[in-house]
T-cell receptor
Framework: SQTIHQWPATLVQPVGSPLSLECTVE??????LYWYRQAAGRGLQLLFY??????ISSEVPQNLSASRPQDRQFILSSKKLLLSDSGFYLC?????????FGPGTRLTVL | RKEVEQDPGPFNVPEGATVAFNCTYS??????FFWYRQDCRKEPKLLMS???SGNEDGRFTAQLNRASQYISLLIRDSKLSDSATYLC????????????FGTGTKLQVIP
């Protein structure tokens, strides 16, 4: 069966520090992968999606970036975090139009 | 107009009550529809798909009205464990399957 992992589960970072969040998927090959952010009390905002290795599409301009160095690995990064980057970051993959989410990383920028 | 709109609630209902949520979408080319459930501080999890003919899973019934561009979720005999935020999800046609989530409707079932 397919499994999606994210780490870390929680993270507290100072403003201006770098960020690297990792997502890996098991049990499937060539998945479509997504990064979402959910701010407190708000809906899911699509940040990036990827249909294959090295293929990244950005949905919103911001100080975040994403990379897909391997088929089942999706990384979200930032060189300098902003206060507004705080939120719940979710990685997801798609099968038959259904999205399956990882457990998420809760990021607090202070 | 937002791509997907939901009443944020909260809906506070007593145990055993029947509650219904609606969700409207703006893109008439939308192909697939889902309801997800999200517990506090957890990831969303698929509750059920929504088919044109309507579908039922136990106490949950989902319906799609393409003409009016809305989907609905009906929960019968509410349980305390049904308390959560329910997200409406719409997927248009497209190669990479861009998925649009509603902001969610919060349900609180009261003893």
């Amino acid at each position: 069966s397919q499994t999606i992992h994210q780490w870390p589960a929680t993270l507290v970072q100072p403003v201006g520090s770098p960020l690297s969040l990792e997502c890996t998927v098991e049990g499937t090959s060539n998945p479509n992968l997504y990064w979402y952010r959910q701010a407190a009390g708000r809906g899911l905002q699509l940040l990036f999606y990827s249909v294959g290795i090295g293929q990244i599409s950005s949905e919103v301009p911001q100080n975040l970036s994403a990379s897909r160095p391997q088929d089942r690995q999706f990384i979200l990064s930032s060189k300098k975090l902003l206060l507004s980057d705080s939120g719940f970051y979710l990685c997801a993959w798609t099968q038959n139009n259904e999205q399956f989410f990882g457990p998420g990383t809760r990021l607090t920028v202070l | 107009r937002k791509e997907v709109e939901q009443d944020p609630g909260p809906f506070n209902v007593p145990e055993g009550a029947t509650v219904a949520f609606n969700c409207t979408y703006s893109n008439s080319a939308s192909q697939s529809f889902f309801w997800y459930r999200q517990d506090c501080r957890k990831e969303p999890k698929l509750l059920m798909s929504v088919y044109s003919s309507g579908n039922e899973d136990g106490r949950f019934t989902a319906q799609l009205n393409r003409a009016s561009q809305y989907i609905s979720l009906l929960i019968r005999d509410s349980k305390l464990s049904d308390s959560a935020t329910y997200l409406c999800v719409v997927t248009p046609s497209g190669g990479y399957q861009k998925v649009t989530f509603g902001t969610g409707t919060k349900l609180q079932v009261i003893p």
